[in-house]
């Protein structure tokens, strides 16, 4: 966790460091676990004490600080201990989610009076969307400066309707997965009265098909549009990143396992692999079953369904798919064409063995564990 600012008072510098530290502790802890948990689980998440927390940190350090004789001003970050929050996690009996998403692009488009505005200024809806905090989340969501290159890439009415080509192009620019555009349309009056907000969600790309959600909200009586609009783009951030952690539930009860091959132009490829592996929360462990200059195979143990693995590995690059004989592990970081050229040279050998033949895995020759 990165970012967490603290401001302390007391009698001595040095006390308030003290005193800022602790307090740091406990607001990193706060948001990690408001980061992992489902909203409607962490009312079950018991209170800590400092003595409590210090176990789960691995380390913290200072970003930034500024002391005076009583004050102490600084912002820290902290890294925490996989298993010990787990655990914690799991004694305090909540569901809770560790994949993080690859960034999504946020398209704030504000439908007023019937004309649908993006880059135009002002445009308070994406102002709104600039006053939320978009960081430590499990969903990291960008917003476009609007720059010229961003004009010529879509506008607010192709945005709408969901252009696919221009859609694309301003994704792959911005390297988001996926497309939301957050469509609002203000001061409907479906109750004599109330000042309401419908907000219309549209997912583009992704690996889930394209969909459609919507979301009415009512404005306060005495909110400013300013207000209003910015809760509402903070509700609609939760909303999505809540989406996600329902659909990437960490099962530690349940797990599986699976034989993957994988096709390499040298061992130095398997090296990054294993490395990415390694950070994947629903990747148990993996063991080397066979190792070559040209490809290699290993046996996968997860947790959860192979859905929420192929998830979680595609963040990172890896798409896993089911091949003739076992699956089949694909880099999307390699070259283009030496994927190509592995690609067809396995399908090649696949084609030439018969559908009924034994499949014959090689003793293993080393195992890696988490």
Do not use: C
Not at 58 to 78: A, M
Not at 90 to 108: M, Q, W
Not at 194 to 202: F, G, K, P, Y
Not at 239 to 263: G, M, T, V
């Amino acid at each position: 966790m990165t970012g967490i600012k603290v401001d302390r008072t007391a009698d001595t510098a040095a006390g308030a460091r003290r005193e800022a530290i602790i307090e740091a502790h406990d607001r990193a802890l706060s948001l990690l676990l408001t980061r992992l948990v489902p909203a409607d689980q962490r009312a079950s998440l018991p209170d800590l004490d400092h003595a409590d927390i210090v176990p789960m940190v691995q380390s913290f350090g200072v970003d930034k600080e500024r002391t005076s004789d009583v004050r102490y001003i600084g912002t820290l970050s902290f890294q925490f201990r996989r298993q010990e929050v787990r655990q914690f996690m799991r004694s305090a009996g909540v569901n809770f989610a560790e994949t993080s998403s690859k960034p999504v692009l946020l398209l704030p488009v504000l439908d007023f009076g019937g004309a649908k505005l993006l880059w135009d200024v002002p445009n308070v809806w994406l102002e709104a969307w600039n006053a939320v905090p978009l960081d430590n989340r499990l969903v990291p969501i960008i917003l476009p400066v609007g720059n010229l290159a961003d004009i010529r890439d879509i506008s607010a009415e192709r945005a709408v309707i969901g252009s696919k080509g221009q859609l694309d192009a301003i994704r792959e620019r911005y390297g988001a997965a996926k497309v939301i555009v957050a469509e609002a349309v203000p001061y409907l009056a479906t109750v004599p009265g109330e000042r309401n907000i419908r907000v219309t969600v549209h997912s583009h790309g992704g690996s889930v098909v394209d969909k459609v959600e919507a979301y009415t909200f009512r404005m306060q009586d005495a909110e400013k549009e300013e207000e209003a609009f910015t809760r509402i783009a903070r509700e609609i951030a939760l909303l999505i990143e809540e989406r996600w952690k329902l659909d990437n539930i960490l099962e530690l009860d349940y797990s599986n396992s699976l034989i993957a091959e994988l096709a390499l132009n040298g061992l130095h490829e398997w090296v990054e692999i294993r490395r990415r592996l390694a950070t994947i929360a629903f990747v148990k462990n993996f063991e080397l079953v066979s190792l070559s200059r040209k490809q290699v195979m290993i046996r996968l143990a997860y947790f959860g369904s192979s859905k929420q693995l192929k998830t979680a590995l595609a963040q990172l690059d890896l798409i896993l798919s089911r091949g003739p004989v076992n699956w089949v592990l694909q880099d999307l970081q390699r070259p283009a064409i030496a994927r190509s050229s592995a690609t067809d040279q396995r399908n090649k050998t696949l084609s030439s063995i018969p559908r009924n033949a034994d499949i014959i895995i090689e003793p293993k020759t080393g195992s890696m564990r988490r």
